[in-house]
């Protein structure tokens, strides 16, 4: 019974879910884990919900008026009347008003995603069928992502979003990702950071994030690239400085993308 309840209420409460991947009966955003998905969920929160709740109320009630004012046996010779000039210049101004309200703080939310700040770190994200490389150019790192396995996975790691090579990047730095595909359509997608960028073959996107909380984030692609599309998760770890330089010194060595020699391979090391 209380579950039902709930099943019914959760339907008109949007909710948010505070996770860094999806929950079961989730309806709301993921928790924010960067301010431009602060910015996007206070938009549409904030400004969206308001505005579409407010114009389906007063649709709701327009039907309801005509109804009952214009039923037939309250009207049994029906008018004639066939405009309006104020009722029709007003249904042109007011929507009109609407969209430019929407329109301005969404331009300077999509403006901000665009700009792209001074970069700690550059990552570059290639999409295959059906799975994510990566490389850190700076750092002579490449690596392929994978997801692990239902049979394989640990009891910390959540189905179809864990992978074998996760992506390292530090808390509170700027990470600049550049974005293609070697094949077909993907599309990089991190919920909790707002990032969602298309993957295109023989061309580069780029977006950014700045991640304020260390934790592991999930993502996926969300491109129709293919029979296996759901099974190419993304799994960020975001870590202190500390971690990160000693993630860095053992991934120089693992996962070089140049045969390295061995005083480089002692220096990097250390």
């Known amino acids: 019974m209380n579950k039902n309840l709930f099943i019914f209420f959760s339907l008109f409460i949007c909710q948010a879910a505070y996770a860094n991947q999806p929950t079961e009966w989730q309806l709301g955003f ?5 301010e431009s998905m602060r910015e996007i969920v206070a938009f549409h929160d904030k400004l969206l919900l308001p505005i579409i709740i407010a114009i389906s109320v007063f649709v709701l009630f327009l039907m309801l008026y005509a109804c009952v004012r214009f039923r037939a046996s309250a009207n049994p010779i029906p008018s004639k ?25 969404s331009f300077k939310i999509l403006y901000k995603q665009d700009t792209i700040p001074k970069a700690d770190i550059t990552i570059k994200a290639i999409g295959y069928q059906w799975y994510w490389g990566y490389e850190y150019p700076d750092e002579n790192i490449i690596f392929d992502s994978y997801m692990i396995e239902e049979k394989d996975l640990k009891s910390n790691q959540p189905r179809l979003l864990a992978v074998d ?18 094949d077909v359509l993907h599309a990089w997608a991190l919920p909790a950071f707002g990032v969602k960028r298309d993957a295109v073959p023989g061309r580069i996107n780029e977006t950014w994030f700045k991640a304020e909380e260390k934790g592991t984030y999930y993502g996926q692609c969300s491109e129709l690239c293919g029979i296996k599309h759901a099974f190419m998760p993304i799994t960020v770890k975001v870590v202190s400085d500390t971690e990160y330089q000693e993630w860095l010194n053992e991934a120089r060595i693992k996962f070089a993308k140049e045969e390295i020699k061995n005083s480089q391979l002692k220096l990097a090391s250390k």
């Open 30 to 34: 993921q928790k924010a884990a960067s």
């Open 81 to 105: 009347r066939t405009h309006n000039v104020a009722v029709e210049v007003l249904w042109t101004l007011i929507p009109c008003l609407i969209l430019i309200v929407i329109a301005v703080p």
């Open 165 to 182: 090579n996760e992506v390292v990047v530090p808390v509170g730095k700027v990470i600049k990702v550049l974005i293609t595909a070697n």
